[in-house]
């Protein structure tokens, strides 16, 4: 059997080709012995070549198609297109391809697929379920589980669909093979998992040393100085690479930063607003069209370029596994690659940020739980119109219950919600325990930075790799290293850089839903504010710094501010017709500080300040509001305009954007009372919401 | 949650989760699964045993035709589904159980026996399934009178500690069913259609969260509604209560009338029909072949009513019964 094993490799790899050690290995077990493997080797070793063997070899002995469980089927077409080599036919079902399903129904029926690919989320689609999963008739040959690691609570990607998964692998009887695979597990994780798949799983485990990977860890406390360092440093790196950082603001400064120094960069990440293509940025990149990439984690696993020669962290990541992982994608097929780990002050304060958000608060729970349990089915806007919970944490929230058994979905035109009669409690001791095993690989990674022996070697050893030696290679081990200062001037430009960036208001096109039952959703254009912009985020390096101590230190926004903003709207952002007149949104708790700023702002701009908008009744700060609805619902009767206004186009001004709901209602009401089309500024752009992907 | 090997055989053998509308192969009937199990027991075989063999052994050690042993080996291949439908009905409160568990109703296997359905699905307090109670059965109309009696004992079942059991249909089922669950007693539902469905609504799934109520079917959880089904399913009512009370029936036709003629013949339980003078003609005629006459409104204080029902029903003799293979 090996050996018709061998012709088949050859296939598909060309006449040079053998196995690997484990390779085979772990074919045989699977595939001829019906056993039930883990199979822990770096990326790159060639586990899809392990299942697509191991089903070639299934289905001839007359086996019902494999079922493969993957986050990335997204990143999967190479390893597809080489399985075809062998006569394997895959398709893939997810809810990106809903246009295809129709197609992977009948050929399942005709039973012309051998390896069918699903997300994890597809086990929970009433669709898959009745009409997909029906065709194989359930005659599913072999369950691969890709990012096994996530199996574990001790695993360091939290992924609630996989407990999901391993529900059902429990309730597969002997002889279903299990094929497991992961590039990253310690002992503690490889002994969870065989714990839930049974002791009679089969750990083949691999070396995870990339001999071609030289390390360099470099701390440097501000933002300008590291994307100085990056405009000094690319140009000595060959080839193409990755740059990751913690957030999407972050990889958007660093592109606009690159871009402007003339490196041919794009940003990659999973941001809300957003245009980007990823798929098409993915393929631009593997044709070296892109030389960099400056993304955040959703350039995930199982991302495979070959010839990847660096990846150079802005910030630190989180702990080490996940470092390890993003570093592995460089140097699969060239000699020499580079991982540099640059990191910062705010790393801390961002992974801080990680780690508290990552599960939903108990209210959130409570009230999500409640609305459902007073009624029979619920629809996501509807939940929503009922708690006070943001947008993104109750999908989080939705998710864990639905894993739970607490609450099921439905479909009726869109997908409905409903509790089921399975009783819940929050798990407070398991989420204890991830959030302190977050805080130690946090401290964990901090060592690594602060490491001063073999880089390699203390990954290595975190990994429990069997056989961790020093590398020779990194830059303690050879004591020779890239720069760790850079120019002053780059510094100061990059700081004015950061300065210099203005970021774009979205205006709001719809109301949210049960807000107004008697109106429509949509919000009439000629009602609708016109694109606005922010000088800067938050408590950024660049302006932020200074809203901030303005807004909680002097108690008025500095002459430098007034500036910068007459500056971005004369000279950047030059909006057309140019506004004849300028008003603001009258602050609650600060009743002087936006109107100061606007007077000192039309002195330079020469154009009048209005004071036309009034507030008439308490709300609550709007940060604490969680969802658009009940944001929307805290402005609704606060604003009002009582005086005769200018039929001519407005600059309309805040301090910060938060929701985006109060300059949405204060517009709606200027162009309801006759005013001209509206144009939202604001200071600064909250960046508490939508931090990550 | 975990299935024995023996129930999950049953499941990729007998139901219907996780196939096509028109399977092939198709999932065994219960005449064909008797056959297998009796087969089975004569080759000392247990069914998860069935798991651990492959066609020739089965072929060898069972007896039974090529093709058949094929059969059983392609739906025993579906054992993915089964893990995949199961794993997502558990996470619903929806569970399974088979003739091959020990908390299989032991009612239906001494009554029904071959009969016995080889799969059950619930939600909610299965313990209820089999404890002392009363099943209120009749068609979906009914008038006044008929309204008053079912929430009557619904009532009565509650304050006695009786589980009202019911087929869970609108009428008759409902009104008795809620007032039982009202006054905070216990019942049973016993669906033709949907179970996965039925326990979303608010009051029913508090209910089943509280422990209060069990609703089961023999058919796919997510299956609708037909009329064979309806019918097949009115044994299981009655074969699993201490009494029933017939509150209305037509003549010749509808489910209650089926149901009731067939627990009169087969000599289940004592089954009581409602007399009043505006009576439907489906209950006189039921009195007249064998039925208990039960007054309505009730003669005495309702706390009389089980003993009342007891002492009535002394002059029926039950069957003497003999327990079912898996």
Redesign the interface.
């Known amino acids: 059997m090996i050996g018709y094993a061998q012709a088949l490799l050859r296939n598909m790899l060309g006449e040079q080709a053998t196995f690997r050690p484990g390779q085979w290995e772990a074919i045989e077990a699977i595939a001829l012995k019906k056993q039930r493997v883990l199979v822990v080797q770096r990326t790159g070793w060639g586990k899809s070549l392990v299942y697509f063997l191991a089903t070639k070899l299934l289905r001839e002995g007359g086996s019902g198609p494999t079922l493969l469980i993957s986050p990335l089927l997204s990143l999967m077409r190479n390893q597809i297109e080489m399985a075809k080599k062998i006569g394997i036919r895959a398709l893939t079902i997810n809810s990106a391809n809903r246009q295809e399903w129709d197609l992977a129904e009948s050929a399942l029926t005709l039973n012309q697929c051998d390896i069918l690919l699903i997300s994890p989320e597809r086990l929970s689609n009433e669709r898959f379920l009745k009409s997909i999963l029906p065709e194989v008739a359930g005659r599913v040959g072999l369950f691969v589980v890709d990012e096994a690691h996530c199996i574990s609570d001790w695993g360091h990607d939290f992924r609630p669909d996989y407990r999901r998964i391993v529900r059902i692998l429990q309730l597969l009887p002997r002889g279903v093979p299990i094929l497991g695979t992961t590039a990253t597990a310690n002992n503690r994780v490889v002994a969870d998992i065989q714990v839930q798949l049974g002791p009679e799983l089969i750990v083949l485990r691999g070396p995870l040393a990339r001999e071609s990977l030289r390390l360099q860890n470099i701390q440097m406390a501000n933002q300008s100085e590291r994307m100085a360092w990056l405009v000094e440093n690319l140009p000595k790196f060959r080839g193409s690479g990755i740059i990751y950082c913690l957030t999407v603001a972050d990889t958007e400064r660093v592109t606009g930063w690159l871009k402007q120094k003339g490196f041919q960069v794009e940003a990659y990440h999973a941001g809300d607003n957003t245009k980007i293509d990823r798929p098409a940025l993915e393929e631009a990149f593997l044709h070296n069209e892109i030389q960099i990439l400056v993304a955040t984690v959703a350039l995930g696993m199982g991302f495979d370029k070959p010839d990847i020669s660096f990846v150079i962290h802005f910030q630190r990541p989180g702990s080490v596994i996940a470092y390890y992982q993003q570093i592995g994608r460089a140097g699969r097929a060239v000699e020499r690659a580079y991982g540099i780990l640059l990191s910062g002050v705010e790393d801390d304060e961002i992974q801080n940020y990680f780690i508290e958000s990552a599960f939903p608060s108990q209210q959130a729970f409570q009230e999500i739980l409640g609305a459902l349990e007073s009624h029979e089915a619920l629809s996501f806007e509807e939940i929503l119109a009922h708690v006070n919970v943001a947008r993104t944490v109750a999908e989080k929230t939705l998710k864990m219950l639905e894993v739970d058994g607490a609450i099921g979905t439905t479909f009726d035109g869109k997908t409905l919600f409903f509790r089921t009669p399975n009783p819940w409690q929050p798990d407070s001791e398991r989420i204890d325990r991830v959030l302190a095993l977050r805080r130690a690989e946090l401290s964990q990674m901090q060592a690594y930075v602060d490491h001063t022996g073999c880089l390699m070697e203390f990954l290595l050893r975190a990994l429990d790799d069997p056989d961790p030696r020093p590398c020779g290679r990194c830059a303690n081990c050879l004591g020779k290293e890239m720069n760790r200062s850079v120019a002053h001037e780059l510094t100061v430009e990059a700081e004015n850089f950061l300065k210099g960036i203005s970021i774009d208001i979205k205006p709001r096109k719809r109301w949210p839903v049960g807000l107004f039952p008697e109106l429509k959703r949509v919000i009439p254009s000629e009602v609708q504010n016109c694109p606005g912009r922010s000088l800067c985020y938050y408590g950024d390096a660049g302006w932020g710094k200074l809203v901030r101590n303005g807004k909680y230190v002097d108690g008025r926004f500095s002459d430098e501010l007034v500036e910068a903003a007459a500056r971005l709207i004369y000279n950047a952002w030059k909006p057309d017709p140019f506004p004849e007149w300028v008003t603001a949104i009258p602050s609650r708790r600060h009743p002087l500080l936006v109107n100061d700023f606007a007077e000192h702002l039309v002195a330079q701009l020469g154009i009048p300040f209005l004071t036309v908008i009034e507030r008439t009744g308490e709300a609550a700060e709007q940060k604490t509001m969680q969802n658009s609805t009940m944001q929307a619902r805290n402005v609704i009767g606060t604003l009002a305009i009582k005086v005769d206004i200018p039929a001519t186009p407005v600059l309309l001004v805040d301090d910060i954007i938060d929701s985006g709901w109060t300059l949405t209602m204060a517009g709606y009401l200027l162009r309801t009372h006759g005013s001209g089309v509206v144009y939202p500024f604001t200071l600064a752009q909250a960046t508490g919401r939508n931090v990550s992907s | 949650?975990?299935?024995s090997?023996d129930s999950?055989v049953i499941l990729l053998l007998c139901s219907r989760l996780?196939?096509?509308a028109d399977?092939?192969p198709a999932p065994l009937n219960l005449r064909e699964w008797n056959l297998l199990a009796r087969s089975l027991q004569a080759a000392s075989l247990w069914p998860g045993d069935l798991?651990?063999l492959d066609l020739k052994d089965v072929i060898a050690q069972v007896d039974i035709a090529v093709e058949e042993a094929a059969r059983l080996s392609?739906l025993i291949?579906?054992?993915?589904?089964?893990?995949?439908?199961?794993?997502?009905l558990?996470?619903?409160?929806v569970h399974a159980i088979t003739r091959a568990d020990n908390i299989y109703p032991q009612r239906y296997r001494q009554k029904l026996k071959d009969s016995a359905p080889a799969v059950l699905f619930y939600?909610?307090n299965v313990e209820l399934l089999g404890q002392p109670g009363i099943a209120v059965v009749g068609s979906r109309h009914l008038d006044q009178v008929g309204q008053e009696c079912a929430a009557f004992i619904g009532n009565v079942c509650a304050w006695s500690g009786l589980v009202l059991y019911s087929g869970g249909a609108k009428g008759v089922d409902t009104i008795s069913m809620d007032a039982a669950l009202e006054e905070r007693g216990t019942a049973v539902g016993i669906l033709a259609d949907n179970l996965e469905k039925a326990?979303?609504?608010?009051a029913t799934?508090?209910a089943?969260?509280r422990g209060d109520l069990c609703l089961v079917t023999p058919y796919a959880p997510?299956a609708g509604f037909s009329v064979g089904a309806a019918m097949g399913r009115n044994k299981l009512i009655y074969s699993l209560s201490d009494f029933a009370i017939v509150v209305a029936s037509n003549v010749e036709k509808g489910g209650t009338w089926a149901g009731a003629t067939e627990a009169l013949k087969a000599g289940w339980l004592p089954v009581f029909i409602l007399d009043h003078p505006d009576m439907p003609e489906g209950n006189r005629i039921l009195l007249q072949m064998g039925g208990l006459a039960f007054p309505y409104p009730f003669p005495e204080k309702f706390s009389k009513l089980p003993e009342w029902l007891r002492i009535q029903s002394t002059s029926i003799q039950p069957k003497p019964t003999q327990l079912g293979l898996f």
């Open positions: 949650m975990s299935i090997s999950l996780g196939l096509p399977p092939d798991l651990n392609r291949e579906r054992s993915g589904a089964i893990a995949i439908e199961m794993e997502r558990e996470s619903l409160g939600a909610g326990i979303r609504a608010p799934r508090a089943l969260s997510g």
